[in-house]
């Protein structure tokens, strides 16, 4: 049995760290309201824009750039939306295990080719494909320490350059969707080339509820300048929805931690005071036999 110094440092140490993970869960729980926050407000933007560019693309007369469907598929980029801190419990590892399964069922020739890109935003979806070998051409930690627009917008421009130039016949985006405050979808999906017939049933909800639109100077030019500010808010709406589940993942994690601290702490007091019961035991026992052995001298 461990001695009393021993267990008591232990029980100071459980007791320290239980302080961290209250500190770090009340933190989380007021970054995730922000995040839910920014997140909230960004939809009624999102959807509406879904809808006028799902209108305009049903009245295209011209075949735009980035609607191109490609009769061949010779290179692939995926944008990987991981975070920049840990102690989030698998809020990493499940996506990155999803995504690498995607990738390895579905566009394993491209791998063995070095025909796929990968896009990271995040310390971890960086450092976590770089060690298995994966070709990463752009990476962007500390992502989230500032989380601007205008760094997504960035991002997307640069993706939506290589698309146009055609030197990628796809691109697709992984992030975890903020579901509830302990669960989290894993999205894979598909953002260019746009898919028209995705995009109207998306947006037949909204057709229904609103009349027609009347277009100045006409569709093909208001869709020409919105198509790109629609996929920029595609990255942006993940970005956000990834940040909100990460702060869920992290409250929850940090909360279960306290937890099994509070259990740890109380094997270490039982503990504690069956030692210390098994001293006094000992010492009365030493006192009882020394007593004895003096009387019997």
């Known amino acids: 049995m461990a001695n009393l110094r021993d267990i008591r440092n232990r029980i100071s140490s459980v007791n320290n760290t239980q302080q961290i993970t209250k500190a770090m869960k009340m933190v989380a729980a007021a970054k995730l309201r922000k995040a839910q926050g920014r997140m909230k407000s960004t939809r009624p933007y999102a959807n509406k824009m879904r809808e006028i560019v799902a209108r305009l693309v049903s009245?295209?007369?011209?075949?735009?750039?980035?609607?191109?469907?490609?009769?061949?598929?010779?290179?692939?980029?995926?944008?990987?939306?991981?975070?920049?801190?840990?102690?989030c419990g698998g809020f990493n590892n499940?996506?990155?295990?999803?995504?690498?399964?995607?990738?390895?069922?579905?566009?394993?020739?491209?791998?063995?080719?070095?025909?796929l890109d990968l896009i990271t935003i995040g310390k971890k979806s960086g450092a976590y494909f770089s060690k298995r070998g994966y070709n990463i051409v752009e990476r962007h930690p500390g992502f989230f320490d500032d989380l601007q627009y205008d760094h997504a917008a960035e991002i997307m421009q640069n993706v939506i350059s290589e698309f146009t130039e055609e030197n990628y016949d796809?691109?697709?985006?992984?992030?975890?969707?903020?579901?509830?405050?302990?669960?989290q979808n894993r999205i894979v999906e598909q953002v260019l080339p746009i898919n028209p017939e995705k995009l109207l049933s998306e947006g037949k909800s909204e057709f229904e509820a609103t009349g027609e639109y009347i277009y100045e100077p006409d569709p093909d030019s208001i869709l020409e300048k919105l198509l790109p500010v629609y996929l920029v808010m595609q990255l942006w709406r993940a970005v956000l929805d990834s940040n909100a589940a990460e702060q869920g993942a992290?409250?929850?994690?940090?909360?279960?931690?306290?937890?099994?601290?509070?259990?740890?702490?109380?094997?270490?007091?039982?503990?504690?005071?069956?030692?210390?019961?098994?001293?006094?035991?000992?010492?009365?026992?030493?006192?009882v036999s020394g007593a004895q052995a003096l009387k019997d001298t």
């Open 59 to 87: 009245i295209n007369t011209s075949h735009h750039k980035l609607l191109r469907n490609p009769e061949e598929v010779n290179r692939v980029a995926m944008i990987v939306v991981g975070s920049d801190k840990g102690l």
């Open 94 to 115: 499940n996506l990155f295990k999803v995504v690498e399964g995607t990738l390895q069922n579905e566009y394993s020739d491209f791998i063995e080719q070095g025909k």
């Open 170 to 183: 796809k691109v697709l985006i992984s992030f975890n969707e903020f579901k509830t405050v302990i669960a």
């Open 250 to 287: 992290r409250m929850a994690a940090m909360d279960n931690a306290t937890e099994n601290a509070k259990e740890l702490l109380q094997e270490l007091k039982l503990k504690y005071n069956q030692a210390r019961q098994s001293a006094i035991t000992t010492e009365i026992s030493e006192i």
